[in-house]
Nanobody
């Protein structure tokens, strides 16, 4: 059974940081490209970042460039999203996914995904 389990969400003040972790079981993450998505209530799912497994190339949506960093750890079968300088915005569920490809325009082909923690940035 494939499982992706995220952790690290919660309530944080604007300008602060959070580090999201995602640990996989039932699959080997280095066989996939990896991505983080988010979805706020009433809004469409949005790709936040992805990393291409073959060469480590990364992609970020414009609103997080320079503030978020995605990283994979094959030894731990995990992927992380370091989020710095968080902006106040509507709460969103962040979830990781094993995807087919991380291209220049973002992630493609969700194969496996977790349920995600809620991230709320508010004072």
């Amino acid at each position: 059974q494939v499982q992706l389990v995220e952790s690290g969400g919660g309530l944080v003040q604007p300008g602060k940081s959070l580090n999201l972790s995602c640990t996989a079981s039932g699959i080997t993450l280095d066989a996939y490209s990896l991505a983080w998505f988010r979805q706020a209530p009433g809004k469409e799912r949005e790709g936040v970042s992805c990393i291409y497994s073959s060469n480590g190339r990364t992609w970020y949506t414009d609103s997080v460039k320079g503030r978020f960093t995605i990283a994979g750890d094959n030894a731990k079968n995990a992927v992380y999203l370091q989020m710095n300088s968080l902006h106040p915005e509507a709460p969103a569920v962040y979830y990781c996914a094993a995807i087919d490809f991380c291209g220049v325009s973002g992630p493609y082909g969700m194969d496996h995904w977790g349920e995600g923690p809620l991230v709320t940035v508010s004072s």
